[in-house]
């Protein structure tokens, strides 16, 4: 049993889950009545091991304003949603359990101006005061704002400070000094070591939830794949698995398939472009050319058989949006084998070279023991000895059919996640050449039914940097009313700054590097 | 350290010549030979900086006719500026702006720097680079190819385009 708290049939008025098909990712959901009862539910959810996915708000008209928090377990992925009283506009903040939910809860105070009880953290996260009040909250609701509420504009952000002869302050961003995205990071320094990294977020924040309101099924599924482009596919497919388990429309096999192809892919190309980028960072441009060959290869080739250099609008929801004909199987395969050579060629390359060896073993040591207690997946969590893979622990079509191995090591720092990454990509191009191979026939595409009342659904996929969750609640005609994406960003950016302190501040750019976490996707 | 020269030797040249120039751009003053870009990522999906990190590899090699990305935008002719310009980005993007040397050439990159693109309309964003600093020229796209940034700053540094 998942859990104790009785399950979907949920209170009168509440808007109905779709259910998981057969094949999809298992999901549960309870709908704890008092605040009592959610935190003595997180509460088991901690003592059983199970892990934080995500945390998020939601407030549309027609529905009570809910706070819906994801947990895995070893059976599947777990839905709280704890509903607000009308009086009282707070909700009960579980960051003492899982402290990676602090950022979440603040997000949400930011967002929608609920208060959460017992969280000690008063400072904003995404609001850098420069909204005229909580941008989530419907137009027609008639809003108190919580007076613990972070709406007045932010002059200085309190970060934590670091005291005493010969420390220092750097601080870095919101531009940095590359091709990057925009954040701020405050580094606290002796001489050349870092004693301390604290992150600054939100100037990415370009408020995609409300534009997903009211928009049609299609159109939302576009701008899912705008969330984060380097993971255009991984927000697609969740995005197209929430609105199907919703609909209660499974998509066709064959779509499935695909699905998967773009899915490795883009972890593929993706992989190459850090494995260059790693090199690059270490001072050998050499990686960054070959690697960067490889990748633009690539992504010509995503262009002239997917019609776009990243995947993007090739999932949607109802199947995929092309089908594959048995010349382009014939070049993907082909393509796969030229990159398997290039690639195992490449890593004796680096494995060999002891300059660059020396820049990644020892540095931005993420803890296994913190990775552990943190339930981190992704290749960050995989580098630091955790076994999370959705494409394993939970496998859709054809995952259930040609295996993919977990990527691991338990070394934790840089060297460890340039291995993982290297393990990946050999892992997914074996995988990839299975699948060209037995591509089943079929549609590639099956219009998914209209809902006829508010429908809910979740999507959770495994994509190249982690677990992508998508949650939608459809209403009549098949508009969206509200959708939440999550990038498995949220809760790798903590952990980046857990392995920073000891490090040279020469390191960091490598260390960052080799986590490559989404801004954009973290903003929203 | 012979596997890596075999390596260089048997990959060869990668740099692929100069795509047919685009239509017309408006000319970059007091640029010859040579432009320094700085680029600022306003608020984007991080597509056009996959697109502009492709941009910088083997196959477009800018820095072979002169163009090179710098890190302050003291040292820069032409401002790449990506993104529907959030609301936090935008005094940011200002201050950048501000630290040119003239004539500080802006170039939006991308729909949405373009008009604020699929991003436009949300409570969060300035709805695109031209609504907050003036921009000399546009590279649409969702995101714009690498081939297509090529041809426009070639322009901007090949001699034809002066006097």
Redesign the interface.
Known sequence: MLNPIEWSSGPDGEIPFGTPFPFSVPFALASPESPGLYLEGVRRIKERGGRLVSLWGSWTSGADPAVLAAFSDAEGLLLYRFRLSADDRSFPSIAFLFPLANRLERAVRDLYGWDPAGLSDQRPWLDHGLWDGPPMVPQDASFQRSPEGADSPQEEYPFVRVEGEGVHEIPVGPIHAGIIEPGHFRFQVVGEKLLRMEERFGFAHKGVRTLFRNRSVSDAARLAGRVSGDSAVAFQTAFSDAVEVATGSPPPRRALWIRSILLERERIANHLGDLGALGNDAGFGFGSVQFGRLKEEFLRTNARIFGHRYLMDTVVPGGVAGDLGRQELALLREECARTKSDVLELKTIYDEHGGLQDRFSGTGWLDPMLAGRWGLGGVAGRASGQMYDLRHSHPVPPYDQVHVPVSISRLGDVSARVQVRFQEVRHSLSFLDSVLEALPEGPFFIQPEETFSPFEGVGWVEGWRGEVLCWVRLGSGGTVLDAHCHDPSWLLWPALEQTVPGNLVADFPLINKSFNLSYSGHDL | MH??LL??FR?GT?TEPLPEPGPPVKPCPLVRGSLAVR????????????????F????YAPESIGIR?V??PRHADVLLVT??V????KD?LRA?HEAMPDPRYVIALGDCACNGG??R?????SGGVPEVIPVDGQIPG??P?PKRILAYLEQLVSAENKD
Do not use: R, W
């Open positions: 596997k890596i390596k260089i990959t990668l680029h600022v990522d306003a608020g984007s999906c991080n597509a056009c900086e996959l697109e502009l990190h492709a910088t590899q083997a196959f990305f890190a302050s993104g529907p959030t609301l936090a980005m940011a950048a699929i991003f309309g949300s409570y969060a964003v969702c995101p190819e």
